[in-house]
């Protein structure tokens, strides 16, 4: 190509730059652009991904429960209670909860929940979550808590480290305490394997050599009695200075050659076996109710096995001989690095010695109206009053009942009595009531679970003193806690209530966080004297005018004012939900709170263990947080708050949102009115709502997340400013 034709190819091009070339569209190159992102797929509220298996979150409760083991802001004895409160939850985990699903299993009725799980998958998740746990837990009991307790001057002294002085002072225990009580068994065809109480302390022997009788086996048992200390101090002339410990188990380790005289023993190995302990009344065929749940109790001690617990050291073929006993899988064998009866420690916990390794004592406070009042009746009279315990007494609880018990104008009390233990000072003012000529009827629950047999003896007294038992209603547990007061006044008959969220019991409202609330608002007292009616008589329903009660009409009212609050959010108005209470299952009242959330209500939940909402989900449970706070004291206080267009409703209750409370159990909710009283709880909630040192948020996939301050956040801890306000001693341990 010549130089004239290159320069008309140059002109071309650029004329091709400035001119715009029209090409039909579809030639045109088009600038490839990123595809839309596809709408996420909104899940139906039935779908099992929503929902959390109700064990299993019971599981991650416990796991929160020993995370507190590791918490260096707890004083170091407290500390160790958290250690061994995971494994007392653990023990009635598998005797309730973990013999349910394997009852299920056995008798060919496996029922999944919500959640989609079936019971055979809910165990193998179980046996693999809790294997993991029980090895923490034992690694923090041995290489972080006893070192510690050890610098403390607080020793468990292992069997390698016995002085010659220890080791004479263990002989003459053990011969002179031990090996009288103690009852070896040989196992052989005329003494075959022993009936073993749940959960009790026991070894397998292995043993080499005949005996008087030419028996060779090889193998005993040897049941420790209850009775026997499982640690024993050893004195300080034998010891040392400081706190010198001796478990039973290394006792028995180290002298079983003594129980079997002339033969070897060539190993001897501590296990514990847990049994289903869940009673089995069929309330069709109960006449009296008392007398079949006597018969229970015993039949408790030797349910069927759900768990074996054995030492690390002890061989192959003799937990696998102990597994074929009890007829257990290898999955229900747990092999710890300890004693198996971790929970006998507890008695060590509240030692005189070391107060500074325990939480500072603090001094309930008593409401400045209650104080110095002669007469709580008139106090009562012109103003509702509230506790929240243990950061307030639980004794003007008690005052009231000493007082009607007293008075020469009561007529009448009527009590729900679910724990409370016979000799409380509760029972005490029953009585004298009784013996006073008052009319006293309490409604006992009998089967208040692991209380059974202390309310047996609780109704025997009550009813020796004249007063009136009922054992509620068969098939529904009576889980309300009231009291109802009838007095005389002024030639009226005037009544006064206590509500709670917690039980009668003395001990507890030390414990665990709980409302109280003593009134004498006609309307409410009115409602409690109609549920005693349906408690203690026959009829129909009785219609409330405050009192939400199940199982007839706390149910709707809480679905009914979750409704109320997606209306109003639906309509653009501002719409929030607070709640606070130990469990929530309830499936229907879980769908209900996902609807409301689709649209727009704020929803704020403290739920301190079971819960099976997964909160987080895009499209349907995005405007959901859930919060568990863990401290010093036990959760235990329900509280249901509804924003409701700006007239708040705020109410206290004794249920839990659980299938069983709202659908198979006598409840109370109640409300908190005047300003004064609502302002104050909304600010206890907010409380919990604003932890960051003790709370744990939950996350969509079931597990928790612990909170802590970030970046300029001042540390908040719920349960150290309400003692810090309430209480007469601001002397917690941060």
């Known amino acids: 190509m010549n130089n004239e034709a290159l320069n008309d190819t140059a002109v071309q091009e650029a004329t091709a730059v400035l001119e715009p070339v029209v090409e039909p569209p579809a030639e045109v190159p088009v600038e490839p652009t990123e595809p839309a992102p596809p709408a996420p797929v909104v899940p139906s509220l039935d779908d099992s991904s929503l929902y959390i298996h109700r064990e299993l979150s019971q599981l991650q409760f416990n796991i929160r429960v020993l995370e507190q083991a590791l918490d260096e802001s707890y004083p170091l004895l407290e500390r160790l209670k958290f250690l061994l409160i995971f494994s007392s939850n653990l023990d009635e985990f598998f005797e309730i909860r973990v013999a349910g699903l394997k009852k299920q299993i056995n008798f060919a009725r496996e029922q999944a929940s919500a959640d989609g799980i079936q019971p055979h998958q809910a165990l193998a998740r179980i046996s693999e979550l809790v294997h993991v746990q029980v090895q923490r837990q034992y690694a923090i009991l041995n290489d972080i808590l006893l070192p510690e307790l050890e610098k403390h001057q607080v020793r468990f002294i292992r069997r390698r480290y016995w002085t010659p002085k220890v080791k004479a002072w263990v002989r003459r225990y053990f011969r002179d305490e031990i090996a009288p009580i103690i009852t070896p068994i040989g196992l052989d065809p005329t003494h075959p394997f022993p009936l073993l109480v749940n959960k009790s302390l026991n070894f397998i022997v292995e043993l080499e050599g005949v005996d008087a009788f030419g028996r060779d086996s090889g193998l005993a048992i040897i049941p420790a009695p209850r009775l026997l200390p499982r640690i024993i101090r050893v004195p300080e002339e034998v010891g040392g200075s400081g706190d010198n410990y001796v478990f039973?188990?290394?006792?028995?380790?180290?002298?079983?050659?003594?129980?079997?005289?002339?033969m070897k023993?060539?190993?001897?190995?501590?296990?514990?076996?847990?049994?289903?302990?869940?009673?089995?009344?069929?309330?069709?065929?109960?006449?009296?109710?008392a007398r079949a749940l006597r018969g229970e109790l015993f039949s408790r001690r030797y349910g069927d096995a759900v768990r074996l617990e054995v030492a690390d050291t002890c061989p192959k073929q003799l937990s696998d001989y102990l597994l074929k006993q009890f007829s257990l899988s290898e999955s229900e064998l747990y092999q710890v690095n300890g004693p198996v009866n971790l929970t006998r420690l507890f008695s060590i916990t509240g030692l005189d010695s070391h107060p500074e390794l325990q939480h500072a004592p603090f001094t309930p406070a008593i409401p400045k109206i209650l104080q110095n009042s002669e007469n709580l009746f008139s106090t009562i009279r012109k103003q509702d009053v509230l506790l929240l315990h243990p950061f307030e007494s639980f004794t003007p609880v008690i005052d009231l009942l000493r007082q009607a018990a007293k008075d020469p104008h009561v007529l009448a009390v009527r009590q729900t009595l679910y724990r409370s233990g016979a000799n409380s000072e509760i029972v005490?003012?029953?009585?004298?009531?009784?013996?006073?000529?008052?009319?006293?009827?309490?409604?006992?629950?009998?089967?208040?679970?692991?209380?059974?047999?202390?309310?047996?003896?609780?109704?025997?007294?009550?009813?020796a003193a004249g007063a009136v038992v009922i054992y509620g209603v068969v098939g529904f547990k009576t889980h309300a806690k009231m009291m109802l007061i009838l007095r005389r006044e002024g030639g009226e008959i005037t009544r006064y209530a206590h509500l709670g969220t917690g039980n009668y019991h003395a001990g507890n409202a030390r414990?665990?966080?709980?409302?109280?609330?003593?009134?004498?608002?006609?309307?409410?007292?009115?409602?409690?004297?109609?549920?005693?009616?349906?408690?203690?008589?026959?009829?129909?329903?009785?219609?409330?005018?405050?009192?939400?009660?199940?199982?007839?009409?706390?149910?709707?009212?809480?679905?009914?004012?979750?409704?109320?609050?997606?209306?109003?959010?639906?309509?653009?108005?501002?719409?929030?939900?607070?709640?606070?209470?130990?469990?929530?299952?309830?499936?229907?009242?879980?769908?209900?709170?996902?609807?409301?959330?689709?649209?727009?209500?704020?929803?704020?939940?403290?739920?301190?263990?079971?819960?099976?909402?997964?909160?987080?989900?895009?499209?349907v449970s995005h405007n959901i947080q859930v919060r568990s706070v863990i401290g010093r004291f036990l959760e235990h206080t329900r509280i249901y708050y509804f924003q409701n267009g700006g007239e708040e409703q705020l109410y206290l209750s004794s249920a839990d949102w659980m299938e069983r409370n709202l659908d198979k159990r006598v409840?109370?909710?109640?409300?908190?009115?005047?300003?004064?009283?609502?302002?104050?709880?909304?600010?206890?909630?907010?409380?919990?709502?604003?932890?960051?040192?003790?709370?744990?948020?939950?996350?969509?996939?079931?597990?928790?997340?612990?909170?802590?301050?970030?970046?300029?956040?001042?540390?908040?801890?719920?349960?150290?400013?309400?003692?810090?306000?309430?209480?007469?001693?601001?002397?917690?341990?941060?």
């Open 248 to 262: 039973l188990s290394s006792m028995i380790h180290a002298h079983a050659d003594d129980l079997f005289q002339g």
């Open 265 to 289: 023993v060539k190993g001897c190995y501590q296990f514990r076996l847990t049994r289903n302990a869940d009673l089995a009344l069929d309330s069709e065929d109960v006449e009296d109710l």
């Open 511 to 619: 414990l665990y966080t709980d409302y109280s609330l003593l009134t004498s608002d006609d309307a409410l007292c009115e409602d409690v004297g109609k549920l005693f009616t349906q408690l203690i008589g026959m009829g129909k329903t009785l219609r409330m005018k405050k009192l939400l009660h199940a199982p007839f009409t706390l149910k709707k009212g809480i679905l009914d004012m979750i409704a109320r609050e997606t209306q109003l959010a639906q309509e653009g108005k501002p719409a929030h939900i607070v709640a606070k209470c130990n469990s929530l299952t309830d499936a229907k009242v879980i769908r209900a709170l996902y609807k409301a959330s689709q649209a727009g209500v704020r929803i704020d939940l403290v739920v301190r263990g079971m819960c099976c909402l997964r909160p987080g989900i895009a499209g």
């Open 428 to 463: 005490d003012a029953l009585v004298d009531a009784a013996r006073n000529g008052k009319e006293v009827t309490a409604v006992i629950e009998l089967r208040a679970r692991f209380d059974e047999e202390s309310n047996l003896q609780l109704a025997s007294r009550l009813q």
């Open 667 to 734: 409840e109370t909710c109640f409300p908190v009115e005047g300003k004064k009283l609502v302002t104050r709880v909304k600010k206890e909630l907010e409380a919990y709502l604003t932890d960051n040192t003790h709370a744990w948020i939950l996350q969509p996939d079931g597990t928790y997340s612990r909170q802590t301050p970030t970046g300029n956040q001042n540390p908040r801890n719920a349960q150290a400013a309400l003692l810090d306000k309430l209480s007469l001693q601001a002397l917690i341990v941060r």
